[in-house]
């Protein structure tokens, strides 16, 4: 995942409050060019947490 300059970060890459989801996270991460590997196991990790959350 290749470093960037905060200031070349497009303005929808802000995170907003109150609070950042596991989803946003990952969404940067795949704005930042991480490995599509990588997000889509993050993304089924969140899934599945989740559901345990949910108790189904």
Same mark, same amino acid.
């Given at each position: 995942?290749?470093?960037?300059?905060?200031?070349?970060?497009? =303005?929808?890459? %802000? $995170?907003?409050?109150?609070?950042?989801?596991?989803?946003? /996270?990952?969404?940067? &991460? !795949?704005?930042?060019? =991480?490995?599509? %590997? $990588?997000?889509?196991?993050?993304?089924?990790?969140?899934? /599945?947490?989740?559901? &345990? !959350?949910?108790?189904?």
């Amino acid at each position: 995942m290749g470093a960037r300059c905060p200031a070349h970060r497009p =303005a929808h890459a %802000r $995170l907003s409050p109150p609070v950042a989801t596991t989803r946003n /996270a990952i969404a940067l &991460l !795949r704005l930042y060019g =991480a490995p599509p %590997r $990588l997000v889509s196991q993050a993304l089924a990790r969140a899934a /599945a947490l989740d559901r &345990l !959350r949910d108790g189904t």
